[in-house]
C-alpha cells in the first residue's frame, strides 16, 4: 500500500521514499513507492508530473492499493529514491479544482442540481450539471463563488469515520464506504475528493464563467480560475486592444463599432453584388443561335450568370446559356429558357464534360471542366437542335 502524502498536505514538493518495485512497460518502467506526494490522474484531473531522482515522472497512476509512477529510467528495488512534483503544474491544478468544487457547491445550494461530470484541461474546466441555468443563474452563481474568493475562507481536509460522516451533510457522486475524504469550503461546501486542494479560497484568485450550454437535459459550464483566468484575461485584453487600435474605438464601445463595421460590409456587399450583375449582363456578348443564344465570362457567380440570363430570355430567347471561368479552371454555369424543359440538354452536357450540377424545368446550373473550344464547340451544336 502506497502512503499517499498529497492527501494530507497539498504543499508537499520534495519527498524521499522507499522503491517497493520497478517493471518495464513498453517505452516506461512502472515504479511502486512506498509513500509519494505525486496526485494519481482521477476525478476529471490529470495526475502530477516531476522527477525521482534525475527520472521523469511523465505520469501517475492508481490502480488498486499502489500508485505507480511511469519513469523514463529503473530503479533498484529497496532503493531509496528523491521525489519531486513539478508544483507550478500542480498548484495551478489546485486552484482550478477548489475552484470547481466553489462553483459546485454553491449550484448546488441555490438550485439543488448535482454535478454529474467535470474535466480539466490545460487551460479550461468544463462542468455538466444535472438541471437547467439560465443567464441570470450562471451570473449569480459566479458573484457569489468570486465573492468567496475574496473572503478567504478556509479549505480543510476530513477523514470522518463512518459514523461520523452520517452527521455530515456532504457531495459525493459514489457511495464512499471506507477511506472516505471529504474537502470542507468554510461553510460554502463540502464534498468527497481525492485531489489537492488549497488551503484559502484567496489562493484561487478569481472564478470566471466563460461560456454555458444545454447539455442533456442540464447545463454545461465553461470556466477558468487561478493563474489560467490571469493568463485567459491578458490573452483577451491583448485582442481587444488589437480590435480598439484596428477599429479607432475605445474599449468600452467594441462592439458598436464592430457592428457599425458588419453593417457597412453588408451594405457594400449588396452594392456589389448589384453591379457584379450589371456588368455581367454589359460584359456577356452573346452569339446567336437560330433563336438560342451562348456567351462566355470569367469571374461572374451563378448569381451574376441567372440575373443576365434572366434578362436575355426576357428579351426573346428561347435558351440562354452562359459561362463564367473560375480560378479553379472549371467554368460554371447557367442554362435559362423561356419555358422549355433544359434539364435533358444539361444532363448530357454534364455527362460530356464530367460537370456537376442541375435544375428542374427551365432553369439549371453547374460546373464543368473542359477547354472552352471544346465547350463552344459542343454547345453551338446543341443548340443547334433547338430551333
Partial sequence: MTKRLYEENSYIKEFE??????????????????????FPEGGGQK?????????????????????????????????????KVDFEVRYKRMQNHTAEHMVSGIVH??????????????????VDFDGELKKE?????????????????????LFPSAQEAEKIDYRSKLEILFGLRLVKIGDLDCCACCAPHVNKTGEVGLIKIIDFTPYKKGTRIEMVAGIDAFYDYTKINNENKKLMGALSAPRNALFDAVNHLSETIALLTREKNILSKELALYKLNLIAINNNAYAFGEGFSHDDLR??????????????????????????????????????????????FSGRGGGKGSYAQGKISADEKMIEDYIKNALKEWK
Fill in 47 to 83: 495526475s502530477d508530473v516531476g522527477c525521482l531522482d534525475d527520472s521523469k515522472v511523465v505520469e501517475v497512476i492508481a490502480k488498486d492499493d499502489h500508485i505507480i509512477h511511469k519513469t523514463t529510467k529503473p530503479f533498484e528495488a529497496e532503493s531509496i529514491v528523491k521525489g
Fill in 307 to 352: 440575373y443576365a440570363s434572366n434578362k436575355f430570355v426576357e428579351e426573346g430567347r428561347d435558351i440562354c446559356v452562359l459561362f463564367s471561368k473560375m480560378e479553379s479552371g472549371e467554368y460554371s454555369y447557367v442554362v435559362n429558357s423561356n419555358n422549355i424543359d433544359v434539364t435533358p440538354m444539361v444532363k448530357t452536357m454534364n455527362e460530356a
Fill in 109 to 126: 445550494s441555490l438550485y439543488g442540481y448535482t454535478n454529474v461530470g467535470f474535466h480539466m484541461s490545460e487551460n479550461s474546466m468544463r
Fill in 17 to 38: 521514499a522507499i522503491v517497493i518495485s520497478c517493471e518495464k512497460d513498453e517505452d516506461y518502467y512502472n515504479v511502486v513507492l512506498n509513500q509519494t506526494a505525486f
Fill in 137 to 157: 443563474d450562471i451570473e449569480k452563481v459566479e458573484l457569489l463563488a468570486n465573492k468567496a474568493v475574496w473572503e478567504n475562507l478556509d479549505v480543510s481536509v
